[in-house]
């Protein structure tokens, strides 16, 4: 199997999943400024909500995927409040005609005050445990 991880974050807690989640898939976590070159079977991506949306740039991202280059998206993240991003990104690479996994992985980030210290040890050791799964 081939991987590939992107992430979006800006407070730097999706950021932790992602690079948790490269390590144990053995490649690199990278923002979604790095575009996917390689095909890959899995590709892993990190976003939350902003707004009650995923970001603009997530949205772009995804627009500018190939459908020859990703196997399937298998959607992580964090957030303070609202749950999974699941269905706006699924939404968005079924225009392209890419599959989403039926798996994904959240935790609660701190925000604000929120959640303090989230994404923990804990978090990031169930975060490893669920990127098992795809070995």
């Not at 991880?5 to 950021?15: D, L, Q, S």
């Not at 890959?40 to 997530?58: H, Q, R």
């Not at 990703?70 to 599959?99: C, D, H, R």
Request: overall charge positive.
């Amino acid at each position: 199997m081939k991987f590939a991880v992107r992430f979006y974050t800006k407070t730097g807690n999706t950021e932790k999943l992602a690079r948790a989640i490269a390590q144990e898939l053995g490649v690199e976590a990278l923002p979604i400024s790095e575009p996917v070159t390689e095909a890959v079977d899995f590709l892993f991506l990190g976003n939350s909500y902003y707004a009650f949306t995923i970001d603009p740039e997530v949205r772009n991202f995804i627009q500018n995927l190939s459908k020859d280059k990703v196997g399937k998206i298998v959607n992580f993240g964090t957030a303070a409040m609202l749950n999974s991003t699941f269905k706006k990104v699924k939404a968005e690479a079924s225009k392209l005609g890419i599959e989403m996994d039926d798996r994904e992985f959240h935790c609660r980030g701190e925000f604000k005050g929120l959640h303090k210290g989230r994404p923990d040890q804990n978090d990031i050791q169930s975060a490893i445990e669920f990127a098992r799964q795809f070995k």
